[in-house]
């Protein structure tokens, strides 16, 4: 369906989950091969922009592309906002941002993976140490969305993490 200045409108539904403790959930294995997750101090535009643009491609990630470099830098750079890389035998392999600009709450407001990451299991390694280093923070609440438009296992991997859904609300996304 088309909108108003030829932008292209595609529906959704948005879950919002929360965890209101760590969670119990089981240690994942250690993926094979070289693994790295580092937090990117910060983070250049480019290199963000590389990495949000190829994981979420498919998935219609598009707020961030409405930025401007200098927008997207405040944000991306503030000392309350953090960058986790995964990194597969070298490689970026996948990417968490944690915004803790909320006193007592910290939200994981990008995770994904690199498309050649997805199916080998590092799906959930890469959450259970992504909420892991939102716990380090002094919160009583994680929270993270996920919507229809993103991958068909993201919904089931936040479930099975620990969070468990409080709100859902029917959304779209605008594409120019």
Known sequence: MAAPG???RIPMTVTFLEMNAKSSATPPPQPRGKVALLRCENPSVHFYRYLYDTIGADYYWVDRKKLSPEALAEVIQHPLNQLFVLYK???PAGMAELDLRKPGSTNISYFGLMPEAIGKRMGYFFLYHTCINAWLA???RLTINTCTLDHPRA???YQRMGFTA????ERF???P
């Open 166 to 169: 409080y709100n859902r609300e």
């Open 89 to 91: 035998d070298g490689c």
């Open 138 to 140: 002094p919160i009583q």
């Open 155 to 157: 919904l089931p991997l």
């Open 6 to 8: 030829n932008k292209r």
């Open 173 to 175: 996304v605008e594409l």
